[in-house]
Nanobody, 121 residues
Framework: VQLQASGGGLVQAGGSLRLSCAAS????????MGWFRQAPGKEREFVAA???????YYSDFVKGRFTISRDNAKNTILLQMNSLEPEDTAVYYC????????????????WGQGTQVTVSS
């Protein structure tokens, strides 16, 4: 089971990036999926998640700027990030929840390797 995150890079403040997380080895079409991030010297934090039902969850600091979506046909979860700020600089990780429900309190036993997002001021 592998989750491969991609799409990170360097962008100026106000710019956009779209992260993608592709699953291989098994399908996660009936699992909740989430994105987390970890900035240098800080703990990993929840960013966004999407339950199997389609319900979405966002942290307050990305609400209105980030959008999580999934393409079950491609076994892929996406994170569209707009209006990026220097404070969004971090390594972003995708994760699959244990069950169909996602959200900040769900259990995520499956993790990708992370993709670096750097936002310059």
């Amino acid at each position: 089971v592998q989750l491969q995150a991609s799409g990170g890079g360097l962008v100026q403040a106000g710019g956009s990036l779209r992260l993608s997380c592709a699953a291989s080895g098994r399908t996660f079409s009936r699992n909740g999926m989430g994105w987390f991030r970890q900035a240098p010297g800080k703990e990993r934090e929840f960013v966004a998640a999407r339950s199997w039902s389609g319900q979405t969850y966002y942290s307050d600091f990305v609400k209105g700027r980030f959008t999580i979506s999934r393409d079950n046909a491609k076994n892929t979860i996406l994170l569209q990030m707009n209006s990026l700020e220097p404070e969004d600089t971090a390594v972003y990780y995708c994760a699959a929840a244990l069950g169909i429900v996602a959200g900040p309190q769900a259990r995520y036993p499956y993790w990708g390797q992370g993709t670096q997002v750097t936002v310059s001021s």
